[in-house]
């Protein structure tokens, strides 16, 4: 039974250009790795954490009886239907 098997020799992973390619390797790996893991976290936007004092205290829409709310919470868009 063989236990271990020999893929390439000692002098070809002990060489420089081997250690080279293999550094290479880890760093390349460690990037996509990084690179995925952010794309799969969702966005974070600072003005959700950070709210400016320049926002208006009057509203500027063509329905200025709607309340007003000072911070007003992202919604996903969606479309319904307006009473007749």
């Not at 829409?61 to 911070?71: C, L, T």
């Amino acid at each position: 039974m063989i236990l271990a098997l020999d893929v390439l020799p000692s002098t070809i992973l002990a060489s420089d250009w081997f250690s080279i390619l293999a550094r290479f390797v880890a760093i390349n790996t460690i990037l996509y790795v990084t690179l995925s893991i952010f794309k799969i976290v969702p966005k974070l936007y600072v003005s959700d954490f950070v709210h400016r004092g320049g926002r208006r205290s009057e509203t500027r829409s063509i329905h200025p009886d709607d309340p007003v709310e000072p911070f007003p919470a992202r919604r996903p868009f969606r479309r319904t239907e307006r009473p007749t």
